[in-house]
């Protein structure tokens, strides 16, 4: 399937464990919610789509990470993921994990690949 690149935001939009970025991702036909954080340096990104329920995981608008800055946490059940593989680390969902979105950075810029 053609893949195409979409700029997301600045790379400096993302702070380390601060604020994500919320953006839509084209997949399987449709336009998905989905958002992007950085974490140690690295930029990543899920669709927003609980894995316990079908429901987008910010508890303010951009507010993905829970108060120590280390998981993103659902703000309807309090499911808390690793940010780096989006692996449900503790909550209802144990063990399922966040759908992934490809990003990367380049030129002080984060892009999205989607289908084309
Ligand atoms: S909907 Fe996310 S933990 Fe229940």
Redesign the pocket.
């Known amino acids: 399937m053609a893949a195409r690149e979409r700029l997301i935001c600045t790379s400096a939009a993302l702070a380390d464990g601060g604020d994500g970025v919320r953006f839509e991702v084209a997949r399987h036909g449709a336009c998905e919610p989905a958002f992007a954080v950085r974490y140690c340096g690295r930029v990543y990104a899920y669709l927003n789509r ?6 987008e ?1 910010d508890w303010e608008l951009g507010r993905f990470f829970d108060l120590t800055g280390h998981y993103l946490i ?6 808390h993921y690793d940010v780096r593989d989006g692996r449900c680390a503790m ?3 144990k063990g399922a994990r966040l759908q992934a979105v490809e990003v990367f950075e380049r030129d002080g810029a984060v892009f999205v690949r989607e289908e084309a």
Do not use: D, F, Q
């Open positions: 609980c894995a316990h329920v079908p429901v995981l659902c703000a309807a059940h309090g499911a909550g209802p969902c």
